[in-house]
Every structure is written in C-alpha cells, then in structure tokens.
C-alpha cells in the first residue's frame, strides 16, 4: 500500500514538471486509484506554494546583498 | 559592386550607428543605468540560451541529413533529458529573478524623498503641482504651428519642447505622484527610465534622482486622443543653487501675476495676449482660425457663445461644458489669461462683438 502510495506521489511529481514515460502511465491507469492521485495532488499543491514562498524568501535574502 | 561596398562601408560607420540606435537608452541616473545594466545581463543570458540551443538544432540537422544516410530513431522517452531540460531553465529563472527583484525594489523604492511632486495627465498638456512650495502649473506643447503644418522647417527638438518645462533640482531624490484628469496617459523620460501610466483616480509612483544638470524631454506614452503626440514632457534639472533660484523667481511670478490681475486692461492688449493664450489653450480643438472641426469641435467664429452674452462666453471657458471635450479651465489660465482669451475670440477670429471683460471681474 505505501510502495503504491509514494509511486502515486512520484507520477504526480512527475505530473508538476510535466515528465512521465509511457511505462509508469499504463502502471498508473492499471492500479493506481483516483482518491489516491487527488490527495497526492492536494498534498504536492500545498508543497509547491510554500517552495514558491520560500523560493521568494530565498531571492529577497540575496536581494539584501545584492542591493 | 563600388556601390555596394559604399553602402556597406557606409553601414559601418560610426554615425549610421548613432543615428540607429535600437537599444535602451543607459539613462541619466544611477538606477537607469541599473535598469540597463539588468537589461543587458538578461538580453546576453538569453543570446547564450540561444546560441546553444539553435547551434545544437542546427547542427543536428545539418550532421544527421536524410542525404548522408541517417536514419530516424523512434523511441517515446527520455525520462533524465526531460528532467535536465525542466531543472536547468528553473534554475536560470530563479537566478535571474535575483537581480531584477533587486531592481524592482530600488524603481518602487519612493521614500525618503526631498522634493516630492504631482503629475496630472490633461488632454493635452501636463500639469506639474510642487506639493512641499505654492508652485503649480501647465506645461504645453511649444512647437510653432508653421512647423507643424510644413510651412516651416522642422527644428531638432520637433514636438518636444514645451512652454512650463518641469524644473527639479540635482543629485536630490524627485518622487513623483502620476496621475491624470480625465483619460489615461503616460509619463514617460527615457532617460531617467521612468515610463508610468498617468490613470484618472489611481495615483502611481516614481522617483528619480539626476546627477547632472540638463534639459531631458520624453512623451506620452499611452494614446490618449487627438494630441496625443502634442504634449511632450521636458524636464530641466538645474543645480540645486539654480533650482532655489527658480523656486524663488516662480514666487514673485506669482505676486506679480497676482497684482496684474487687478489692473484695468485696453482692448488691444486684451486681444495681443488673448492670441498667444487661444493658440496655446484652444486652437488645438478650435483650430488656429476659428472655424472648428465641423461634427467634433464647434467653431469659435461666428458662434452663439463667443458672439452672445459675456457671462455665460466666461463660464464655459471657467467651468467647461459637462459631457463634452471643453474642459475647465480655471485651474489651467490666470484670471488675466482667461480675460485675454474672451476678449480675443469675441474681438478676432471673424468676430467683432467690441466688448471686453477685465481680469478683476473673472475672479470675482
């Protein structure tokens, strides 16, 4: 169950950044279960906001040095 | 053959260069050479990128040719390029987010400011008000008409030469506050690198501060009707010695316009002065003899207003008509001017009523 779970997470990682070979599609569309996809989804949403957010925290420290 | 090795040579030299200039202007100020130099560090990123990316095509391309035998490969994937060419560009991004965010701070960076002054977009003129002195006033457009219409030649600063230039002091930080009175402009000096939309209601900020004395002109930049490409923007940065002097001098302008306003005018100077304000302040519209442009502007010769009552000729030009493109002009003329303006297109223009109005009875 966890192995599908994190192969789940990897297929929505890979979603993100819009990369996924033809292999791991039909392995998720065979086994993979929908709830599981959408809170894999929900879950990696909350992640890229708060990279993004530190990203931009990141980019104003070097500001600081910068300017 | 000679021909074109002229032109080639020709295209070479240094002053065709100048005349065709493509990039940005490196500006007059600290931060428009910050502005520039970020400019150039992203515009050679994106070369490199380029560089790299079309020489790899065409080379590819051009080595791996169906006349040379090759033969495509068919495969769906490659799961490590596609990473490689997702995180790279990421990173670049986030890099060059770095310095631009810097920039981005000192342009919205407005505080602490030692002069601070509004700029209000009219149709077609800037208006400049200093909020921390008593100075206020009107900035058109100053190029002759003849030149204009080709019965002149065209000087060098063509449509970019104003009566009122913005003055403002030397190596002291300007903020301006950009607004406008009734459509959309923009104020724009390539030079200081300050382009804003000048937008009724909204009031946008910049800042600027000039290190060396001098005349800078720029345009409105946002299309905003008939004139749109009549009211330049100059701006004359004067040392601070010079700038005190200015503000000083507009002072007792402001006395002495102030006493003016009580003396009794004639006729002919009423109508002398009138021409020069009509030219400045209505011709644009009205047109410089009178007759209007039938369906848009009414004309002034022969018209119900300018040929009827005195009172409601001063009104309409005081307060301007609601609904239509005659705006108020009561912040924009002095009591002199708006006396001179009546009496010259009630007394020119085709016009021969014969009465006169008197500064003292327009500011009553």
């Known amino acids: 169950m966890i192995g599908k779970c994190f192969k789940a997470l990897v297929s929505v990682i890979c979603a993100f950044i819009g990369v996924q070979s033809a292999k791991n599609l039909r392995y998720d569309f065979e086994h993979g279960r929908a709830t599981v996809f959408a809170i894999a989804g929900i879950l990696m949403t909350i992640t890229f906001l708060a990279a993004i957010y530190g990203l931009v925290q990141v980019v104003m420290m070097y500001v600081q040095y910068w300017g | ?364």
């Open chain 2, 1 to 364: 053959m000679t021909k074109a090795l002229t032109l080639a040579l020709s295209l070479l030299s240094a002053p065709a260069w100048a005349d065709w200039q493509i990039n940005m202007n490196k500006g007059v100020t600290a931060l428009s050479r910050e502005i520039f130099d970020l400019h150039m560090l992203i515009f050679w990123i994106c070369v490199v990128i380029g560089v790299a990316v079309f020489g790899v095509m065409f080379y590819s391309i051009f080595k791996f040719r169906k006349s040379k035998g090759a033969v495509s490969e068919h495969w769906h994937e490659n799961t490590t390029v596609e990473v490689v060419w997702t995180v790279i560009p990421s990173i670049i991004l986030i890099a060059m987010a770095i310095p631009a965010t810097a920039t981005l701070m000192d342009m919205y960076d407005t505080s602490e400011a030692d002069v601070e002054i509004q700029v209000t977009g009219y149709q077609w003129k800037w208006r400049y008000q200093y909020l921390d002195e008593d100075i206020d006033y009107f900035s058109n457009l100053a190029t002759p008409r003849e030149e204009i219409t080709n019965e002149a030649s065209k000087n060098p600063n063509y449509l970019l030469e104003v009566d009122n230039p913005l003055v403002i002091p030397a190596n002291k930080k300007v903020r301006f506050l950009i607004t406008a009175n009734d459509v959309i402009h923009s104020w724009w000096v390539p030079h200081f690198a300050v382009k804003k939309d000048a937008i009724p209601g909204f009031i946008n900020e910049s800042w600027v501060k000039v290190e060396e004395p001098g005349v800078y002109r720029g345009q409105c930049t946002e299309l905003c009707g008939k004139d749109h490409g009549f009211m330049p923007v100059v701006v004359e940065v004067k040392s601070e010695s010079d700038y005190q002097q200015w503000v000083s001098d507009q002072r007792a302008m402001k006395l002495a316009m102030a006493g003016e306003a009580s003396k009794e005018f004639s006729m002919d100077e009423l109508v002398a002065k009138g021409e020069g304000v009509y030219n400045t302040a209505c011709a644009g519209c009205h047109q410089p003899n009178g007759q209007g442009i039938p369906g848009a502007f009414p004309a002034i010769t022969g018209s119900t207003i300018a040929t009827g009552a005195i009172d409601a000729h001063v009104d309409i030009i005081v307060n301007g008509k609601p609904g239509t493109a005659m705006q108020a002009f009561k912040e924009q003329l002095s009591a002199v001017d708006i006396a001179a303006v009546v009496t010259y297109q009630r007394n020119a223009l085709g016009n021969s009523v014969g009465d006169l109005v008197q500064p003292n009875t327009i500011q009553n």
